[in-house]
């Protein structure tokens, strides 16, 4: 029998998607992670959602959409949060990726509001990992962590299978377990989602934290994990 070095605690939430964050879930899910004492405290990704900086932002009412109140509610989940570590998402690395984009109105905006992120992650001691299919994953205990990638009702089966892994993701925006995979779903209103309101799948969105323990053991690691959800709008129940 592989003796278990130790045990950490883990918790992991995402998408909470800058001001369309339900607060009230939100704190919910960290005082949660006060009270379990989780000394790996994951965002999933999705801190912002940049709705303003999206490709096909123009010409529609992304593009009026106001920047600063976005930023500083995502900046606040953070410092409320206190991450130990951070996968960026898709929404996230909008600001990245238009850094050498040719208007240099739009490059500076979001390379300034990017490098201010990644300086409070730093403050917060946070380790981040970019957006990126292989090298965008935590591994703690037998699990890779980390956004997700996939879209349609089965990429929670899909990539754990292509990973040939057990994972928990975010971006499904649904919370649900596929085996010893889990996905975290949201933290933000999906009311506030204007772009997903006429999406039958948007109707299977939900709340929800992932929590547990993992260890590593000299045979690669172990993990006992739970997922709690809720509905949109209501409180995912946990055991303290």
Known sequence: MTPIRSWKRIAAIGCTHGDHVNWDVFKHCVAFMDRYKAEYRVHLGDV???????????????????????????IRALQLMRPTHITWGNHDVRLLDLMDHPSAILSHAAGSLWNELQALAKKLGAKTRDYDIDDGWFTFGDTDWGHGYAFGLQCLRDTANDRRRNIVQAHSHRAEQYKKSFSVGLQANPRLLAYARRRLATRKWSHGCVFGEVAETKTGGASNLWLSSSEPGSLPPFPL
């Open 48 to 74: 912002l959602d940049t709705a303003a900086f999206r490709s096909g932002a123009k010409g529609t009412k992304d593009e009026s959409r106001p920047i600063a109140p976005d930023y500083n509610a995502g």
